[in-house]
């Protein structure tokens, strides 16, 4: 453990990179590196390399505030956010800080030591190594990079073609004019579904219940006219603004006025597909808008799809698999060359990294999660995790912000440890307020948040903005040495 640094930022995918911009340009006094598990920049980006891959979030958001997003669409595919990290990086010389292939697997706090030791797989012989910081700063995501979620369907052995999760997509895999089926029915499979009916023979997009989807265009057009009128800088300041008052005035008024938000939702779907396509069977959930996250498609690309006969929706459980592909409990049989199961993601906050604290051992599960960014009884670590109802840049940004203005305090006032402490009179909820798969099977493994701030999480980019920018840091819950 020859090497001791202030700061170790883990992962170098949007949050990462964030947090090793503002480190060098708030806290430049500070040693710091990002090590990165795999052998690329980018996180998300990088990893998902399936047909059609994209944000369902606006560029203008999910871009960084320091470097706005100079492209003239606002909903973009997978690439050109991979592209815009790279640059990102290589522009504010992020991209000689990373260090790839180190696999953070243990870390280790020590309060005689005020420090972290940091149990490293990976490097050239592929062995175990140990580094020590003073502060931690997670940035590795939320869920599993190794493994997508499949169910285990009776049959599946049966079937003769091909199974393939999206998280696991081949570039080699060649689905040109063979019939697939396309198992989901979130943000994945509404991306999928149309980009694989541009050379696929037919695809079946097969979900047990409906979720709710909303074209948006993929070029805003208000966007287009601020940059021809204003300089660059306060257009794209100005659309990052309106596209948070955006969000926040839907997501508004679905929490508030569900049926309304409903109405509109359907309504837009049924003017895509025309009125004697059967909505309610197909794009009906059983929920409230925003129980669940919201499906953007752009330019209408889905519902184009559909009405040329590209793609067919089929609403319906799996009774089983079969030799020529899904038999429904209906009966019915879809038949298929290739089955892709966008089931979801195996959500792990910080990667499974086993967390011990003072010798003893810590689940994430137990602790209450302080401000959305660090974890009672865990000294000197903060984690980025973004919005469930926003672009998950928002929420990061603040994050990264909030971390420079805590190191620094802790500078000014001579502090070498810090921690979240919650009392007993805080009642315990769950992280995060969604009925989504992939969260209510990770609940238990996730931190709980309370019933007041700051332990609530809110989901509201302009309360965090204030609490996070601008409220007092000794709050009388975080506790300093």
Not at 135 to 163: K, V
Not at 238 to 256: D, G, P, V
């Amino acid at each position: 453990m020859s090497e001791v640094l202030d700061v170790l930022i883990v992962g170098a995918g949007i949050s990462g990179i964030a947090a090793a911009y503002y480190l060098q340009t708030r806290c430049p006094d500070k040693r710091f590196a990002i090590v990165e598990g795999r052998d690329s920049i980018g996180g998300t980006w990088d990893l998902f390399r399936y047909p059609g891959v994209r944000s369902d979030s606006d560029m203008y958001t999910l871009g960084y505030r320091f470097r706005p997003w100079t492209g003239e669409k606002a909903i973009v595919g997978g690439p050109e956010i991979l592209q815009y990290l790279k640059d990102t990086a290589r522009e504010y010389g992020i991209d000689r800080r990373i260090r790839f292939n180190q696999r953070v697997v243990k870390i280790a706090w020590s309060g005689s030591a005020a420090a972290w030791t940091v149990t490293i797989a990976g490097g050239a012989d592929g062995g175990l190594r140990q580094m020590r910081c003073k502060f931690l700063f997670m940035c590795s995501g939320y869920y599993r990079y190794d493994r997508g979620y499949t169910p285990a369907w009776a049959g599946m052995e049966r079937f003769r073609g091909e199974i393939v999760h999206p998280q696991a997509w081949r570039p080699d895999l060649d689905y040109a004019g063979r019939r697939i089926v396309l198992i989901g029915s979130g943000a994945t499979a509404v991306t999928m579904a149309p980009a694989l009916a541009e050379r696929a023979e037919h695809v079946t997009l097969l979900q047990r219940s409906p979720t709710y989807i909303a074209s948006v265009p993929a070029r805003d057009p208000l966007a287009a006219r601020l940059r021809a009128r204003l300089p660059f800088k306060l257009a794209a300041w100005l659309m990052r603004w309106l596209q948070i008052w955006r969000q926040r005035y839907f997501y508004h008024l679905a929490r508030s006025q569900p049926q309304k938000a409903r109405d509109l939702l359907l309504d837009g779907v049924r003017a895509a597909l025309g009125a004697d396509y059967d909505i309610e069977r197909h794009f009906s959930p059983r929920y409230n808008p925003w129980d669940e996250r919201l499906c953007l498609v752009p330019d209408n690309d889905l519902f184009a799809a559909i009405k040329r006969g590209a793609v067919t929706m089929a609403t319906d459980r799996i009774d089983s698999f079969v030799e020529e592909g899904i038999r429904l409990e209906s009966g019915e049989l879809l038949p298929a060359d290739i089955i892709v199961t966008a089931t979801g993601l195996v959500m792990r906050i910080m990667h499974g990294v086993e967390i011990i604290v003072d010798g003893a051992p810590v689940a994430l599960g137990d602790t209450l999660s302080y401000k959305g960014m660090m974890y009672s009884g865990i000294p000197n670590l903060a984690s980025a995790f973004g919005y469930t109802n926003a672009s998950w840049t928002l929420k990061a940004e603040l994050i990264c912000e909030y971390v420079c203005r805590l190191l620094k305090h802790m500078d000014r006032r001579g502090y070498e440890q810090c921690a979240p402490r919650a009392d007993e009179s805080i009642k315990r909820q769950d992280y995060v307020d969604f009925t989504s798969g992939y969260v209510k099977r990770a609940l238990d493994s996730l931190p709980k948040q309370g019933d007041r701030r700051p332990w609530k999480v809110y989901q509201n980019y302009l309360k965090d903005l204030l609490m996070m920018r601008f409220g007092g840091l000794e709050d009388g819950a975080l506790e300093f040495k």
